[in-house]
């Protein structure tokens, strides 16, 4: 081996030992530095069962059913369970020295001084002191001891809250089924219009089923002025859904009784709701009774209450505080089943037709005048008959003058069921005024009259039978 081989030799040798050397320093300064800052540590003994805190903004006690100094039911539920939740295991970070002087950290007088009451019977106190200002966490003690920890912004925040902050904005629970058509029963909307009554067809009475036979499959009737309406589901939808998940923009007050709610003007407010809801798929779904009364602040914004609970929100005011009667109305003013029907009766022009109806559901036979007519023919010439509608001119109670142009008389066979008879009437050369068994509230095209006699004849001659006008 020459002498310039062993060289390299020892020199490698050489900087392995320093190498050696130089980690295990290391790793006892590691050591030394550990021991000097304890690793952090997780808290929390699980399911918390209250929280009792002590703040800038006062004291209040928090706990699963809400908070004790507000109303029931005013806690927003989520936020509540959110934070028992968090505070049922919490971690911390590395501790600073014991020996410190507390108030560098804001803990000698604390911004929070916080009790929690675990299910298991043990408690934490936890004081909390200033904002770190690199983290955004905050300095924190845990009961007696006096090692310092830095606590999570997240859960320190939740500790600074105050009881307003707890409150729910949600005044109205979101709906549960698949549509808000299906969660309303009945309702009665007080507006600066008036008063607008609307009944669930879901499960009628003998009067409301005889009345549903005008309008064949409906969800709700409206009901007018001596009259009932099938109600129009896309403006009734619009307006149920403002009945749901009615959600504030603030609280303006709570814990008022009637006389409270009455100097705020809820004792003749602007605008009310009651209503009832089933709001659930499940067959044995409660029945909910909600009201609803609302005042006006400004074209956008009013304030609201619900129920008996003395509370007053502010929020953009809700569609169903300017419903609109003659928009809930259906545009079409009858539509009955064909199947349930024994006649339809028709005068126009001097000409009167009765069309007789028999025959099963499944294959009706039609008659008129003791001769039988074309089912297929017959079906399209019923479509034009039911597609008498408003065009939306809403009339108020008119009073028609004169003879009416044309008269369409649904007889029924249930004889319980009174006959439907619409009578069209002149107003100018294109309108006519439509009494519905004797209210006239809306008006339609003249058209329709001139393309029904047009179909009359195609019906008695084979002509086409035009079902547009």
């Given at each position: ?77 989520e ?7 968090a ?22 007088e ?14 934490l ?76 067809c ?130 079409w ?28 559901a ?84 003249r ?12 019906l008695?001659t ?8």
């Amino acid at each position: 081996m020459t002498r310039q081989v062993r060289r390299l030799i020892f020199t490698a040798a050489a900087l392995v030992v320093v190498a050696a050397a130089g980690w295990l320093l290391l790793r006892q300064g590691e050591q030394k530095q550990q021991a000097a800052q304890p690793q952090g540590r997780t808290l929390g003994f699980g399911a918390v069962e209250q929280v009792r805190i002590s703040n800038a903004e006062g004291e209040y006690v928090l706990a699963s059913q809400g908070v004790d100094v507000l109303p029931e039911g005013l806690a927003a539920d989520e936020l509540t369970a959110l934070t028992m939740e968090a505070l049922a295991s919490f971690a911390v970070g590395q501790s600073i020295n014991a020996d410190v002087d507390a108030a560098l950290y804001g803990l000698e007088e604390p911004n929070v001084d916080a009790t929690i009451l675990y299910a298991s019977g043990q408690s934490l106190r936890v004081r909390l002191g200033k904002r770190e200002s690199v983290s955004g966490d905050y300095y924190c003690r845990f009961d007696d001891e006096t090692e310092i920890y830095l606590l999570s912004q997240d859960i320190a925040e939740r500790l600074l809250l105050s009881p307003e902050d707890y409150i729910s904005l949600q005044i109205t629970p979101a709906c549960r089924t698949q549509t808000s058509l299906s969660a309303v029963t009945d309702a009665r909307l007080y507006t600066p219009q008036g008063e607008i009554s609307i009944r669930s067809c879901a499960n009628p009475d003998e009067e409301t089923r005889l009345e549903m036979l005008s309008f064949g499959a409906v969800t709700h009737l409206v009901d007018g002025p001596g009259i009932v309406h099938e109600m129009d589901r896309t403006y009734g939808q619009e307006i149920f859904d403002a009945l749901f998940n009615l959600c504030a923009t603030e609280v303006v007050a709570y814990g008022l009784d009637e006389a409270g709610l009455a100097q705020m003007g809820f004792d003749q407010p602007d605008a009310a709701a009651e209503f009832f809801m089933r709001n659930g798929e499940e067959p044995d779904t409660p029945e909910e009774r909600w009201v609803l009364r609302v005042v006006f602040e400004d074209g956008e914004n009013a304030l609201i209450t619900a129920n008996d609970s003395g509370v007053v929100y502010r929020a953009p005011r809700p569609a169903f505080a300017s419903a609109q009667y003659e928009q809930l109305v259906m545009r079409w003013f009858v539509s009955p089943l064909m199947t349930d029907l024994r006649a339809l009766c028709v005068e126009i022009d001097g000409l009167e037709r009765v069309y007789e109806i028999g025959g099963s559901a499944a294959q009706p036979e039609i008659y008129c005048e003791g001769k039988a007519i074309d089912l297929t023919r017959f079906r399209s010439f019923y479509t034009l008959a039911v597609s008498a509608a408003s065009n939306g001119d809403y009339m108020g109670i008119a009073q028609p003058q004169g003879e009416p142009v044309l008269t369409l008389r649904y007889r029924y066979k249930d004889e319980q069921k009174a006959d439907d008879v619409l009578e069209m009437y002149a107003m100018d050369a294109r309108t006519l005024l439509v009494s519905v068994n004797s209210v006239a509230e809306f008006a339609m095209r003249r058209n329709y009259a001139d393309v029904f006699m047009q179909a009359i004849e195609a019906l008695e001659t084979g002509g086409e039978i035009a079902q547009t006008w």
